[in-house]
């Protein structure tokens, strides 16, 4: 390839300060290092964990910075050491990473892998502590190992899944952060049994994602539970069966939620990243077998509080991230679900915008409005 080894210049859209609409620059992308790849992203989108990160409200600031970590890609070259992707290959970036060396990548219950677990605050690679994205020489922090909104980036090569090239990316991008993290949060985590009560907190993409794996589980009621009315008619397309807007109610959701089935609802997994939906997760399930999965990334000092006997009344609270899923592992076969028509991720892509028009997949996601919006860096 006529650009391995050399810095690549190329577009990017860079965050240079809190909360300000992102530009497109040139930048320039220095070559993979050790164990790293050089991606071409095609297709990005745009996931509520980029956001929170880029408001900076509740979360430590590092700038400038390109975000972006739900993507498809194709290799362009790889560094030394690299001999399980190769350029062409066709990948999907991951904010967290599976080195298959650590005891969280050998242990079927883990995905917290030991090397490359999700890290917001590090902005830069962890072979060198440096940066690979520099314009005039001045440095461009990384965001959760993948920075996708940019034309190139560099990543570990265990942030990188290789999937079936016959896979369209510009769907499957998708899979790459919100929809796999739902699904897996309800099959892998909260597994709910057949004929199960399930309530999902927030309405977003994960959200969805988790009511979809819900509905695939078994589960036959699910109870959609979102401030956004907006979003009900929608996700009768994912599984929810009925739903709950905290606001029309004057007592606690739980109350709501305990009185519509009978003392509490066996499993529930909350996708919105409010503390209060977290803690109201939780005391919603019913005691003795209730399980709460906590999947929204909270506030840096959000504090839970609950009472004890809510766990002494054998009531179960979980977390997961990417839910569960090994992302070198097991994505390529969320993809092959996809590939066999046995998973849609077509409704889930409500919006498609061209590179230059990046902030408008931002003010979408402020305003509520769509599911997911794909940003195009090719066209
Ligand atoms: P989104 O903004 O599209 O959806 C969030 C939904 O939650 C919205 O519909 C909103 O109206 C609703 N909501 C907010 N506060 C609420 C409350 N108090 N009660 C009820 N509903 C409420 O976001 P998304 O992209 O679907 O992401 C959802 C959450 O999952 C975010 O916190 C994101 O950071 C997190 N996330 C976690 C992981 C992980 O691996 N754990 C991966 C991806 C995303
Ligand atoms: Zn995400």
Redesign the pocket.
């Known amino acids: 390839m006529a650009t391995a080894g050399k810095v690549i210049k190329c577009k990017a859209a860079v965050a240079w300060e809190a909360g300000k609409p992102l530009s497109i620059e040139e930048v320039e992308v220095a070559p993979p290092q050790a164990m790293e790849v050089r991606v071409k992203i095609l297709f990005t989108s ?4 980029d ?2 990160f880029w408001e900076a409200k509740g979360q430590t600031p590092v700038f400038p910075r390109i975000f972006g970590h739900e993507a498809g890609g194709i290799v362009e070259s790889v560094g030394e050491g690299v001999t399980d992707l190769a350029p062409g290959d066709h990948v999907l970036p991951v ?2 990473g599976e080195c298959k060396e650590c005891a969280h990548c050998k242990s079927a219950e883990s995905n917290m892998c030991d090397l490359l677990r ?1 890290n917001t605050d590090r902005g830069v690679m962890i072979g060198d502590g440096k940066s690979r994205f520099s314009i005039n020489g001045k440095p461009i922090y990384h965001f959760v190992g993948t920075s996708t909104f940019s034309e190139y980036t560099v990543m570990h090569v265990g942030c990188v899944a290789k999937i079936n090239p016959e896979a369209p990316l510009d769907k499957v991008c998708v899979l790459s ?2 929809i796999s ?2 699904l897996g ?1 309800s099959i892998n985590v909260a597994k709910p049994p057949k004929g199960s009560t399930v309530a999902i ?8 994602a988790a009511a979809e794996g819900a509905r695939i589980a078994g589960a036959s009621r699910i109870i959609g ?4 009315a907006n ?1 009900f008619e929608e996700a009768k397309k994912f599984g929810c069966t009925e739903f709950v807007n ?1 606001k029309d109610h004057n007592k606690p ?1 739980q109350e709501v939620l305990a009185e519509m089935t009978n003392g509490g609802v066996d499993r529930s997994v909350e ?4 503390i ?2 977290m803690i ?1 997760a939780f005391e919603c399930v019913h005691d003795g077998w209730g399980v709460a999965v ?5 506030h840096k000092d959000a504090e839970f509080k609950t009472h004890p006997m809510n766990f002494l009344n054998e009531r179960t609270l979980k ?5 569960n899923y090994k992302p070198r592992t097991d994505l390529p076969n969320v993809v092959e679900l996809y590939m066999k028509k046995e998973l849609e991720v077509e409704k889930f892509i409500t919006h498609s915008v061209p590179f230059a028009e990046i902030n408008k997949a931002f003010d979408l ?1 402020a305003k ?1 409005e769509g ?2 919006c794909i940003i195009r860096t090719d066209n």
């Open positions: 745009l996931c509520h964990t956001v929170y904010f967290t999700i952060c919100g993290t739902g949060a907190f927030g309405l977003g993409a994960v959200g969805l539970v979102d401030l956004n979003r905290p959701v996708c919105t990243g409010n209060n939906a109201q906590l999947v929204g990334v909270p977390g997961t991230f990417f839910g996601m509520g599911i997911r």
